[in-house]
């Protein structure tokens, strides 16, 4: 029987949070998470790949915790991580629209204790 039946997917972790991106910014500008607490980002590229900056794709990343994951035009990819330290840290695309240095492509992720 075991063959005809799906296997048990494990949760992804304790908590999704669907992050949507395009060229004028992320859908979510503040992000408050738990330390210790499993996080997943599900990012979504709502560009195409004619966007011509940085061809569709959209990143998310924070530097801290090591983490960057990049959505391809329409389409959406995920990254879980456990922020292990309480702050206050900057999560940014580096890839389209001016990376870094436009505010719309930047965020701030809250990690408390």
Known sequence: MQAFSSPKLQPVSD????IEANMG???????????????TIRLTSL?????ADGGGQHQWAVDEFNVSVIAQPKSSSMVTFV?????????YSDICCGGRA???MQGTLIVEA
Do not use: C, L, W
Request: neutral net charge; without cysteine; hydrophobic residues 30%.
């Open 102 to 104: 436009n505010p719309a």
């Open 25 to 39: 910014g992320f859908s979510m500008q503040v992000i408050r998470v738990k330390t210790g607490e499993s996080i």
């Open 47 to 51: 560009d195409n790949q004619f966007h």
């Open 15 to 18: 908590r999704v949070i669907d």
């Open 83 to 91: 922020p292990t330290t309480p702050g206050t840290y900057t999560f």
